[in-house]
């Protein structure tokens, strides 16, 4: 087995290796958690300016931005493959093309999305007053992002916090540093205002520091265990947290489905970044009468993949990130051996490489009292279990602790949508699998341990704000009903207004007048004497 370096991380330095090669991709400053408390600092500093730059400008930067990326693609895309692992193909279909789409789509949304709302205040608009929400930036926003993605996730979160008004320090993992830095350089070419976006590479330390640097949030990206350290740490100074934590999403196929579009589907949603997908396909569930069929036709198509460094442009599956992540699928693997359950192909590393390579691996035979059939794998191996009717097929789904995506194929689309709104997941797609990161538009996070807030759509925005209640009433003479002065006549008045203010009615509320029009004398009368 070749020796397989992890990205050490030494007192002032990370170096950083390819995992498909061992070769170093690139060194970048650790930092300290007082260089943090200092980044937070400037942030803060930049804050004062930066909330004040108009709509127009902050669009003007991340479209210069984009322009950037198009004019530095190929290289990026290296990049990327070179540090992560992934295909030069999925760097750019995964992650440059999609992060794009959001940056366009926030830079020449955001000011219409926070817009000023006025609020129906129901009855008290009739009485001369007013509601009208404004959405403030938070401040500075803490980024803490994982490798998968390295340059989607971070970056589409950082331009959705900047366009709301926020400064952010980024920490990106340890396993990335260097995409992490060329975020920073990409934002800084595109003439981003200094202290605006920092980036504070380093470990788990760093991102720990992050998070007791009291910044107005965080936005969290990685393992439950983590996640819940973070919740717990920034619960400290009352920050508020997003956190994304993974899944273990299942994919139903029932008979009806088009089998060759969801045998495709499967192995791709299994097998696209090794697999290595907070919503990639981790458990699969195939109705029983099509079965076998289904198996030979994924079987088939996983044998085709063609695996090998992601820096060739043929490759489909690259190297897993890390020694530490391959080590995880090898235990999976071995413990669905144990339990009983048939590996059809795949099932090791595959040894024609220098890095970190875990062949493909189709399991038969799979069902949900098995542990990695619990427990996110995070790896290439798409496990298999059969059911007989819908009920059982969503009951199977739901029987999970997470809930980030989920998946039904089948050629009747009514049954479709009624099976995607019974199962638990903070996204369903029917006869789609895995992609939908990737639309900007839409709220992105899970139910039960996949975590909780959104990042992306109009909901994640809205985690980058706060909003603020403007509440504005015309009638300055008359006092409000409720006020001091309590009496028989008070009491009177709020049981009234109970039975017909309260209904919403303007009719019921017709009869409510002569009343409050006694208790308004009865408070003025008492204001003169
Ligand atoms: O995650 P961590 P790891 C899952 C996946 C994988 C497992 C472990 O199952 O096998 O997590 O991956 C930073 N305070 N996902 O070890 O530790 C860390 O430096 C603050 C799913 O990479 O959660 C990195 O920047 N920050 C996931 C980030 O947290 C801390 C994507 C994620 O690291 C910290 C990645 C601390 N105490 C892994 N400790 C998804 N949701 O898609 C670490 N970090």
Partial sequence: MSAVIQAPVKENEIVSYNPATNEEVGRVKNFSAEEVRQAVENSRKAFQVWRKTPFAERRRIVMRAREVILAQMDEIAKLISDEMGKPLAEAMSAEIAPV?????FFAKNTEKMLRPEKRNIGLLGLMGRSSKIIYKPLGVVGI???WNFPLSIPLGEVVMALMAGNTVVLKPSELTPVIGEKIAEILEVARLPKNVLQVVSGDGKTGSALVDANVDKIMFTGSVATGKKVAERAAKTLTPVVLELGGKDPMIVFADSNLDKASSAAVWGAFTNSGQACSSVERLYVQEKIAEKFTRLIVEKTEELQQGPGSDEDVEIGSMSSETQIKIVEDHVEEFRKSGADILTGGKRNESFKGVFFSPTVIKGANNEMRPMREETFGPTLPIATFKT??????LANDTDFGLTASVWTGDLTRGKRVAEKILAGTVMVNEVLYTHGIGQTPWGGFKDSGYGRTHGKEGLMELVAPQH?????????PDVWWF???????????QMSKT???GSVFRTLGFMPQMWKRIKELTKKKGE
Avoid: C, W
């Avoid at 794009?100 to 366009?104: G, H, R, V, W």
């Avoid at 002065?485 to 049981?495: C, D, H, L, P």
């Fill in 470 to 478: 403007i509440h504005i009433n015309r009638f300055l003479l008359t």
């Fill in 501 to 503: 203010f309260s209904s």
């Fill in 485 to 495: 002065g309590y009496s028989k006549n008070a009491v009177e008045t709020f049981k």
């Fill in 390 to 395: 819908e009920d059982e097929a969503i009951d």
């Fill in 100 to 104: 794009l789409d959001l940056m366009q």
């Fill in 144 to 146: 803490i992002s994982p």
